[in-house]
């Protein structure tokens, strides 16, 4: 009978339209995501040196698309396909006849579930199939390599068809056990709660084989096997069915053969009398009261009154009846215990930079809670959406339910209110979590208003959520499939969009637009207003969706969506009919706004049109790159910020100096042209009379013709007006110019000369648009290129002066000394000047601060924060003293009196150093949290030491625009760095420190795009000059010891301190650390800046 029940199975699967569904969605996502990366679609592609048709990209493909978030959509098809093979045959009542066959129990029990396992990996045999025809249409792309089946197999085999059998038949035996879906359900999320576990338990580099081991779908494995493999291994090498692939494929398999026999162990034909429970419940005995009344004319009459109050009052009694039936079931209990767990999880294990921590501030915990408890969430709702249009039906109480006086409208909307309701209390249950978290570790400074606008925010947005999924599960006859259309909009349609370069908004199910995320510094940004609108469209939309599901609600036996509109036809009123008009209506006018206000903010620019207009400038202005242009010698700024409205406006007096040996009559000025509509140049001139040659607004580019050359020698200035204003009504995606912690640089002003920085970068898009191959940056060899440093294309040192103003209650900083400080007008203002020449690399910054102030030697040492950032304020003023004692001991003299420490919010992740003044994120030094001990770092005191140390490897010697600068100024700064941490930490710390390092330059070097290089031609490739080179110089550091090293290094630097073109190289540097190292060590010289060579230790005669 095996053979029978197999084949009926199997065939049963053949014939259900969902396996098709199924089958289509699978093929159909892999073919379009394979035509896109080959090129197939005229869509703007970056250069890469993995080949998309190798076993690890393949591999790689398929494991993503079955982890963390993307593995719910198998969940939900294993649980279609194969859970309900035996639940079935109860649903349908066909149960007895098994009772009275002679069918052996072996062969109905692995018959149902083999034919059921065959369907499914039939079904996702079709995600290679997609994938290898995909690859096939973008034949002769540049990463495709060549075609070998099993480079698609394989990876399947590995990976795919074992996760099928386990997971399946966990499904399968909880399912049947249970005579429950939602307990297959419930699995599936445990599943992705481990893997989401074995995700943050990476976080710690120590536990990777742990990880690897215990996840289930492979994808650790997968990693730490392959983590290190260079693009060359990724794109020939077969994965390695060894060592952890081999082990957890092993140990997962073992795991799902167990639950097999189990199961089978455990299975009687008379499990389908009496299912098991999870959680059963002692019910007491009741006494059943017939009949109390002793005729019928003592039962009191009743009269069913239908108006408004009676239907809300009805509504509202269902709503509370559905939520009771949801938070007492066991499934509601384990998703809140599971959020709860995720969020635990990630507080304990999460970290950012080496293992470091933030302090509990609110809006870190929010985003915590957000993200453990998001999850199931999203989960909870489209199962639950589900489960509550589905219960009566599988309860076979629909017809009891149709035949009542209560309309399709209360009985979806008392069960969109008692899901809603529900979610409601887990977000309570959420922010107590959280505020629970700060209490424990001693953190009483939380904000109850973040934790309510956290909880209003959510409760709009899951709201949507909800309401779309109730409305599809309205519309669609089968559960599953609604399950599976629930999916596509929220986690699937937003990854296509991507993958497609559709940038349009109002095709991003329920986002709320580029809002900032929550700063202390800057509250909320403004972004309410936009947040509103958007979901406002959103609503409007599930709405009109919910009076569609409402229309073609279940009251009855028919099935097809017209014939159930048909049936309800009669009882809808006309006032639905209406109210589908409106509905339309608003979420049109909502998303043509939407839509107008974004075209208005990028002026109509997307990724495919800004290809083009890099092309255009290249095309048409290359020319000018031969064409000679003054320098910038001095730049007097006057910057006027309006923080309320997000304005500044700014006059900047530029002076231009002829430093060649021809007369110059020909001006090159490129600005924001219509890419940046904020932007609105006023004036633009110099001082001399002149004719407009040509002035391109679209590419930014203005040339001008002079009646009176410059010559040789000779200067002319330059007038810059410039009015910034926020555009549109959805200008609080601006995170330069904000109400409260503005940053912006002098990338914001205009600039001299062609810039070949603005060409198209990518080889790929470069050889569809005819042009030729493009190098990152010049080689080591270009003497030219020597003649520009690599900041700036149109000044060497330049004076620097700026006068600014801004609101009453704001301080204004910029590079230099303060001259004077004044009110007037309710503004306040501040004039700095430099006392030497800087390079042309500046910053402005406006925000309400507090000030800590502290001394070392003559240089004065500012910290501004924010209140309630004083977290690490002693600490960075700590690694400025260290810092400034060190670097002046070994390197030379500290060119300026002071050091400033100038707090921004958190929009961007970085610090930076500007002459004697260092922007720093509120996100990476003021708030985070370091246990210092014997192995651990400190990332402010590193942080603000490697910025300190820009003082000199970038502010004194700079190199020029080619291969090898930034370890000049990157690298240097690293080991700089690295010394006072060593004195501060100690070496063992610093072992932690370098392993981190040198995971990160492994691992990142493998997605290397274009050609991995030495560091001494190190290309904006940070791996290299920030991993490597941390790695380079302080083993250099080991071998010719600390003093020899840092004497060349002293050499170096008193050479080309403040060196004018032709700017410096790495080679001179390398030149100098050569004459101090020993014969018998300069092939180490070699190995480390001048070849890629990687070390690994062998044991080759042990002893004892």
Not at 342 to 370: C, F, H, M
Not at 889 to 907: A, D, L, S
């Amino acid at each position: 009978m095996f053979k029978e029940i197999f084949l009926f199975e199997f065939k049963y699967g053949l014939k259900r339209p969902a396996t098709y569904l199924f089958a289509a969605f699978l093929f159909s996502l892999s073919l379009l995501l394979a035509m896109a990366a080959t090129g197939v679609f005229n869509l703007p592609q970056s250069d890469s040196l993995t080949t998309i048709n190798s076993a690890h990209s393949v591999a790689d493909y398929l494991i993503s698309t079955n982890a963390n978030a993307l593995g719910l959509l198998n969940s939900i098809i294993l649980i279609s396909l194969i859970a309900t093979a035996v639940q079935k045959d109860y649903q349908y009542g066909i149960h007895p006849l098994f009772f009275t066959k002679p069918i052996s129990k072996g062969a109905y029990f692995f018959g149902r579930f083999l034919g059921a396992f065959s369907i499914a990996v039939l079904v996702f045999s079709f995600s290679i199939t997609g994938l290898f025809l995909g690859c096939l249409a973008g034949y002769g792309h540049p990463n495709l390599g060549p075609f070998h089946i099993w480079n698609f197999l394989q990876p399947f085999l590995i990976f795919v068809v074992p996760n099928i059998f386990l997971q399946g038949i966990i499904y399968f035996s909880l399912t049947t056990f249970l005579r429950n879906t939602l307990v297959a359900y419930l699995f599936a999320i445990i599943i992705l709660v481990l893997q989401f576990a074995s995700g943050v338990l990476i976080s710690d580099i120590d536990n990777k084989t742990l990880a690897s081991l215990l996840e289930i779908s492979g994808e650790r494995a997968f990693i730490q096997v392959t983590e290190y493999w260079t693009p060359a291994q990724k794109n020939t090498l077969m994965l390695p069915f060894k060592n952890e692939i081999l082990y957890n494929r092993l140990i997962w398999i073992g795991v799902a053969l167990a639950v097999t026999g189990i199961s089978f162990w455990k299975f009687r034909f008379s499990q389908f009398l009496q299912p098991l429970g999870l959680f059963k419940k002692t019910e007491k005995e009741s006494v059943l009261i017939l009949n109390k009344y002793e005729s019928l004319a003592d039962i009191p009459k009743v009269n069913i009154v239908h108006n408004l109050g009676n239907k809300i009052k009805r509504t509202l009694f269902l709503s509370w009846y559905e939520l009771r039936k949801i938070v007492n079931s066991s499934f509601y209990i384990i998703i809140c215990v599971l959020g709860l767990a995720i969020t635990i999880i990630a507080v304990i294990l999460s970290g950012n930079w080496q293992d470091e921590k933030t302090y509990p501030v609110t809006y870190t915990i929010i985003e915590l809670i957000r993200g453990g408890f998001q999850f199931v969430l999203i989960i909870f709702i489209i199962f639950y959406s589900g489960t509550v249009i589905w219960k009566e039906k599988e309860t076979k109480t629909d017809e009891l339910i149709g035949v009542t006086p209560i309309s399709n409208t209360s009985l979806f909307f008392s069960k969109f209110m008692g899901v809603v309701s529900a979610v409601l209390i887990i977000l309570l249950i959420s922010c107590l979590t959280g505020i629970t978290i700060q209490l424990s570790e001693g953190f009483w400074d939380f904000s109850p208003n973040q934790y309510i606008v956290y909880i209003l925010e959510s409760t709009v947005i899951y709201g949507i959520n909800i309401m779309l999924c109730m409305a599809i599960q309205s519309i669609f006859s089968n559960k599953y499939i609604g399950f599976f259309v629930s999916l596509v909009p929220i986690l699937f349609l937003p990854i296509v969009l991507s993958v497609l370069k559709i940038e349009n908004p109002i095709l991003y199910f329920n986002n709320a637009g580029n809002s900032l995320p929550y700063s202390d510094m800057n509250g909320y940004g403004g972004k309410h207003f936009v947040w509103g609108i958007y979901k406002v469209y959103w609503l409007s939309f599930t709405l009109f969706l919910s009076v569609l599901g409402i229309l073609v609600y279940y009251r009855g036996k028919e099935k097809g969506v017209f014939k159930r509109w048909r049936l309800n036809r009669s009882s809808s009123s006309s006032l639905k009919y209406i109210s589908l008009f409106v509905l339309l209506g608003i979420t049109a006018g909502t998303g043509y706004y939407i839509y107008s206000q974004n075209k208005i903010m990028n002026a109509g620019i997307n990724s495919s049109k800004s290809e083009l207009l890099e092309v255009k400038y290249e095309k048409e202005y290359k020319y000018l790159e031969q064409v000679p242009q003054p320098r910038v010698i001095s730049v007097n700024a006057k910057i006027d910020i309006f923080p309320s409205k997000k304005a500044f406006d700014a006059t900047v007096d530029f002076i231009l100096k002829n430093k060649t040996k021809v007369p110059i009559d020909t001006l090159v000025v490129l600005y924001n042209g219509k890419g940046a509509p904020q932007f609105h140049y006023t004036i633009l001139q110099p001082n001399r009379n002149f004719d407009l040659v040509k002035d391109d607004a679209e590419i930014g580019i203005r040339i001008l013709k002079l009646h009176q050359a410059i010559l040789p020698g000779d200067s002319i200035h330059f007038q810059m007006q410039l009015d910034y204003r926020q555009v549109g009504a959805f200008s609080n995606q601006e995170s330069s110019i904000v109400e409260n912690g503005t940053f912006f640089n002098n990338m914001y002003f205009i600039s001299f000369g062609y810039d070949p920085s603005q060409e198209l970068s990518s080889n790929i898009a470069r050889k569809k648009h005819g042009l030729e191959e493009k190098q990152r940056t010049a080689p080591l060899e270009d003497t030219l290129a020597r003649y520009n440093n690599y900041i700036s294309n149109d000044a060497d040192w330049l004076d620097f002066e700026a006068t600014i103003s801004t609101s009453s209650d704001q301080t204004a900083i910029a590079p230099g000394y303060l001259q004077k400080k004044w009110s007037e007008h309710d503004r306040n203002y501040f004039h700095y000047k430099m006392d030497s020449p800087i390079l042309n690399f500046y910053a402005f910054q406006s925000a309400r601060y507090e000030i800590r102030r502290s001394r070392w030697n003559d240089v004065n040492i500012e910290i501004y924060y924010h209140k309630g950032h004083e977290y690490n304020i002693e600490k960075m003023i700590e690694s400025i003293k260290e810092s400034l004692s060190y670097y002046t001991t070994h390197f030379g003299p500290y060119q300026h009196r002071q050091v400033r420490i100038i707090e921004f919010p958190r929009y961007r992740g970085f610090a930076q150093s500007f002459p004697n003044t260092i922007p720093y994120s509120e996100e990476i030094g003021f708030i985070t949290r370091s246990e210092e001990g014997k192995d651990r770092i400190d990332m402010p005191f590193y942080v603000t030491a490697h910025e300190v140390a820009h003082q000199w490897w970038a502010h004194q010697v700079i190199g020029g625009k080619l291969q090898g600068s930034e370890m000049l100024s990157e690298s240097m700064s690293q080991y700089s760095a690295l010394m006072v941490m060593e004195k501060k930490y100690g070496r063992k710390a610093m072992k932690k420190f370098l392993k981190h390092e040198l995971n990160d330059y492994l691992r990142r070097r493998t997605f290397e795009n274009k050609k991995e290089l030495p560091i001494s031609r190190v290309e904006h490739q940070g791996y290299i000059y920030y991993s490597k080179g941390s790695l380079v110089l302080y083993a250099l550091r080991d071998y010719l010891g600390e003093e020899t090293l840092n004497s060349a290094i002293r050499t170096f630097l008193n050479k080309t301190r403040f060196q004018e073109p032709p700017y410096t190289t790495s080679t001179e540097l390398i030149e100098e650390i050569r004459k101090v190292t020993p014969d018998s060590l300069q092939y180490l010289v070699t190995d480390l800046f001048d070849k890629i060579t990687l070390y690994e230790k062998l044991c080759q005669r042990p002893q004892i």
